[in-house]
């Protein structure tokens, strides 16, 4: 059976890429990404070809080649020569831009839109693949008071219409017409700790099926719209419920098998308060550490606020943790005994100082915790200085950023996560492995979508376009 053919656009290190991959039922057959390292860890783990565009104006893209160069000057039309399925990726849209024009003219609201996403349209209209996956930042969906977002889903459903719209932002390089257009048959900020994510992370997802393969058929597109729904929004998981945590996927065990590691690291937190002697330490005390019962599971069912449980239910969520740590290749093994070529599992070197704060700041507190003592720092954002904690789904892992905003360990003797740490967080296989340096690694993982999550999506999609063979 052939495989689905997959183009990656603004590919970055291939996180969405990987979770179809890992599927089985589809291959990458062209990625493009301006940025060379993350290219090059493209190249490492897909096997594609590297290639640069050089100074050349433009560059045709080719089958089988992971394509370091701006999207602007590729030219899409040489795939025409082999059957794109889907077309995935995550155009920038910070340059949208909404301008209301004068009352006395009535022009009403124009939408300039960001050239980065007018190519990732182009790609759409010149392979014309039978569905496209496009992921974005949540705050996409209400930027601009909804507007950008609204523009973005009516070009993709009326292409035919609006394209001639989106050309105006790219000039006239393409005379290829277009489709009627897409139906929208999955638009939605996902949870991804609904998928098994260990990680509180959000995405706009968007799904989009060529319209002639649906038909005419109301009660087919109704079905397909219901699957992606339920599949991409975690139906039949116990994630949503029972999140997977960081000390999961770092120990390489499901919970009730971690209680004395659990234990230890809690205990390191004992007396903290008192070290802080801030009212807020001491409130801490007495609204946390006060009501940790040093059980794992009861703390994990505490702190997750899960009210209603059972415990044939809780065995059931605890089996599907196991399973997916076996899907991930974590299961029996630690990250802290992986010592992976790429050396993306090196503890980075920090300061005495920034080791001395975070000894004062337990798991799940952040800078502000330690606001009034010598060991404080001037921050605006809870993020900074923020400690995961092990049995709470970790804060989002970020790609930038200095100044207290690396993302910490729950355990007191250690600062900053590894990337390879980070990686886990992200559910990227440990043979995985990256190119750049360690903040070019650090930003590849924290900017790639989880490929759990995107397997997730994948799978959904390639049901669907199977049943739209028949």
Not at 249 to 267: A, C, D, N, T
Not at 299 to 325: G, M, P, Q
Not at 372 to 396: C, D, F, Q
Request: hydrophobic share 40%; net charge positive; glycine share 10%.
């Amino acid at each position: 059976m052939r495989k689905l053919a997959v183009v990656s656009l603004f590919s970055g290190a291939g996180g969405l890429d990987l979770g179809f991959v890992q599927t089985g039922f589809y291959e990458v057959v062209f990625a493009n990404d301006i940025l060379a390292p993350a290219m090059q860890t493209f190249s490492r783990n897909f096997g594609l070809k590297q290639t640069s565009c050089g100074g050349e104006r433009g560059v045709e893209a080719s089958p089988g080649v992971a394509l370091i160069c701006s999207v602007e000057r590729v030219e899409f039309a040489p795939l025409r020569d082999i059957e794109v399925d889907v077309v995935v990726g995550g155009p920038p849209c910070q340059d949208f831009s909404i301008v209301r024009g004068p009352e006395n003219k009535r022009k009403g609201i124009e939408v300039r839109r960001g050239r980065l996403y007018a190519h990732f349209v182009r790609a759409l209209v010149t392979l014309k693949p039978k569905a496209f996956v496009f992921e974005n930042v949540p705050g996409l969906v209400n930027a601009n008071k909804g507007i950008a977002y609204k523009a973005i889903i009516e070009d993709f459903s009326r292409l035919n219409i609006r394209w001639e719209e989106v050309r105006k932002v790219i000039g006239n390089g393409v005379t290829r017409s277009p489709e009627e257009g897409y139906e929208i048959v999955f638009s939605r900020v996902v949870d991804f700790t609904r998928l098994g994510v260990p990680q509180m992370r959000e995405r706009l997802i968007i799904v989009g099926i060529r319209r002639d393969l649906l038909g005419k058929d109301p009660a087919r597109l109704w079905e397909v719209k219901r699957l992606l729904d339920y599949k991409i929004g975690g139906g039949g998981l116990l994630f949503r419920k029972y999140p997977l945590t960081p000390i999961e996927v770092f120990e390489g065990r499901e919970l009730p098998e971690l209680q004395e590691i659990y234990y230890k690291v809690m205990k390191e937190y004992e007396d903290v308060w008192s070290e802080v002697g801030t009212p807020r330490a001491f409130e801490w005390k007495l609204k946390v550490w006060d009501r940790l019962a040093f059980n794992i599971v009861e703390d994990y069912l505490h702190l997750n606020d899960i009210r209603a449980w059972s415990k044939e239910e809780l065995e059931r969520a605890f089996e599907e943790h196991k399973r997916v740590l076996e899907e991930l290749g974590y299961y029996g093994k630690p990250v802290k005994n992986l010592n992976p070529p790429d050396g993306s599992n090196r503890v980075p070197k920090e300061s005495f100082e920034v080791l001395e704060r975070l000894k004062r700041i337990p798991p799940g507190e952040n800078h502000e915790f330690v606001k009034g003592t010598r060991w404080e720092v001037k921050g605006l954002m809870s993020n900074i200085y923020r400690r995961a904690h092990p049995i709470i789904p970790a804060p989002t892992v970020i790609a930038y950023g200095g100044g207290g905003t690396w993302g910490y360990h729950y355990e007191r003797s250690r600062g900053m996560l590894t990337n390879r740490e980070r990686a886990r967080l992200q559910t990227f296989p440990d043979g995985f492995l990256f190119v750049g340096t360690w903040q070019q690694v650090r930003a590849q993982i924290g900017e790639a979508v989880p490929p759990l999550a995107s397997k997730v999506i994948a799978e959904a999609l390639a049901r669907v376009l199977k049943s739209l063979e028949y």
